[in-house]
């Protein structure tokens, strides 16, 4: 016996050697090695449910009628209305200070805010922008320009009237590019714009940078613009190119179409809930998320040891979520909610094995088995990969942003959606939905986190209790505040009573 226990703690440093040492000895499965290294252990540790007798009752769940004409109802009319349209009146200056060029990281609907925000910036100054430049997404390794996503003439013809856009700088400027400013420090590129700038900042320190060479660079350009004490022009702009910045022709008149179409001709052959009408689920929970979120997801050691692993390469220690325990963590509700909790939230507010959902996701962590139990709760249940073809989605294999431009245009379409955590884009459909009175339910996290530490807690009073967290969370109008973004809430700066 002591033999055996010996060998065991010898072997023991050699297996966390061998675990610590296989990226490195097999790259091929880490590709690339950041980001993928907590998704193997998930794999060959798929968690069990951990909230099994509140799946099995869920399961079982009977959604009465009424409950149902209930939850589908539409929004009733709350008093507000958009009232932010393109100008017909040139505002535009004589004559322009130079040209302003932006370069835009982050996933889509970051860049997306971006993009609202140069339009902003370049009315401040008086200036022309170029169309924003798209970095290489970090994460995904995506390449689409703003011309592969975004509907270029719309952008240029909707400010036409308040802001000179124009698709590259003239040959005299030919040489400013994103090549230029990564190879050197560069008068023309300003690096310290701050978060949530202020307009007298951008007068004051990008300005004289226009009059001097005619051209300026904003690099980083994410979330560099104040919401507050902004003139009335400058937020109308921001919120109409919010609401108005649309996908490329392209993929209109192509990929989405298909899709929609393919979905609606599905919903017909089968009899789901709603007569025709769909929920979107987005499900934030990929690998990022989860190492930096710092929670326990059922994974075991061996997840848990990979999270952490990968947390200290990507961040070095500057997770602050770190220094709790789970338990404190979903108490406060930080913890994103995992694809069983998520399911179980629907269920509980009376979507029926009937619903059909949509999920709007890239790569969720843990893979297939990790979203069992929500398939298993919604067995209609569809997505990009399942909605298209092959050769369709070959044409988009690799193009992130644009797969993401697709969940984002189907989910306005929804009937509901719904958000698993915040997020981007989260964020900006709950300001485009409520500028258009759809209906959005916003997950009450720090209800939800008690809920699900509570293992004895029975289906009933799981349900009473989710439902009653959840009555005024479904799209009811909320005031912005101050330092708040009018993505996010766009009462009362770009809708008007009435």
Request: charged share 20%.
């Given at each position: 016996m ?9 072997r023991?440093p050699?297996?966390?050697l061998?675990?610590?040492?296989l ?28 909230h ?6 869920a ?6 009628v ?51 925000d140069?339009?902003?910036?370049a009315?401040i ?13 970090a ?25 000179a ?16 400013y990564g ?6 590129r ?16 990008v ?34 190119e919010?609401?108005?910045l ?5 993929l ?16 017909n ?29 059922g ?19 500057r997770?602050?979520n770190?220094?709790?325990t ?6 406060q ?11 179980l ?11 059909r ?8 962590y843990g893979?297939?088995?990790?979203i069992?139990?929500l398939?298993?709760?919604f ?29 984002y245009?189907?989910?306005?379409q929804?009937?509901?959606?719904i ?14 939905r409520?500028?258009?009175?759809l ?52 009462i ?7």
């Open positions: 002591k033999i055996h226990h010996q060998n065991q703690s010898q023991m050699f297996a966390v061998f675990v610590l040492l990226p490195i000895l097999s790259p091929h499965l880490f590709s690339p090695l950041s980001r993928s290294y907590p998704s193997l252990f998930s794999e060959w540790n798929a968690p069990k449910p951990r099994l007798p509140l799946l099995k009752a399961l079982d769940r009977h959604v009465p009424g409950e149902k004409n209930e939850l589908w109802s539409p929004l009733p009319y709350q008093g507000w209305k958009p009232c932010i349209e393109p100008t017909t009146i040139h505002t535009l200056p004589t004559k322009s200070q130079g040209y302003i060029q932006v370069f835009l990281d982050g996933g889509l609907n970051q860049q997306r805010m971006g993009i609202c140069a339009v902003a910036v009315k100054l008086n200036a022309t922008l170029v169309i924003p430049h798209l970095e290489v997404n994460v995904w390794q995506d390449t689409s320009s703003f011309a592969d996503i975004f509907d270029v003439e719309h952008f240029i013809d909707t400010l036409s009237h308040d802001v856009i124009v698709k590259e700088p003239p040959s005299e400027y030919s040489w400013s590019s994103r090549e230029y190879t050197g420090i560069r008068a023309t300003i690096k310290t714009a701050p978060v949530h700038g202020s307009a007298e900042w951008y007068l004051e320190n300005l004289p940078v226009l009059q001097s060479y005619g051209i300026a660079a904003i690099a980083p350009f994410s979330h560099r613009l104040a919401f507050d004490k902004l003139p009335t022009n400058i937020q109308r702009l921001q919120s109409l919010m609401h108005s649309i996908v490329s022709a392209i209109l008149e192509s990929f989405i179409p298909m899709e929609l179409s393919s979905y609606k001709e599905r919903m052959d089968t009899e789901s809930e709603g007569s025709g009408k769909f929920v979107v689920l987005h499900l934030r929970f990929d690998k990022d998320m989860a190492a930096h979120s710092s929670c326990d997801f994974g075991g050691k061996a997840e848990r040891l990979a999270l952490a692993k990968y947390r200290q390469v990507l961040w070095q220690g997770v602050l770190s220094q709790f789970d338990e404190a963590l979903r108490k509700g930080r913890c994103p909610l995992t694809p069983e909790e998520i399911g939230l629907l269920a509980a507010l009376g979507f029926s094995n009937s619903t959902l949509y999920l709007a996701s890239h790569k969720v893979g297939e088995k990790r069992s139990a398939k298993k709760l067995p209609l249940m569809d997505d990009k990969k399942s909605l298209a073809s092959a050769e369709e989605l070959k044409k988009v294999d690799g193009k992130a942003s644009l797969l993401a431009a697709v969940d245009y189907v989910s306005l929804s009937d509901i959606f958000s698993a955590s915040p997020g981007n884009m989260h964020n900006a459909l709950v300001g485009h409520t500028y258009l009175n209906k959005t339910i916003r997950p009450n996290m720090v209800m939800l986190g008690p809920l699900f530490l509570n293992k004895s807690m029975e289906w009933p009073e799981f349900q009473h209790a989710v439902l009653s967290g959840h009555k005024s969370r479904q799209g009811q109008i909320r005031l912005r505040k101050e330092r708040q973004s009018i993505y996010t809430y766009p009362p700066d770009c809708m008007c009573q009435s």
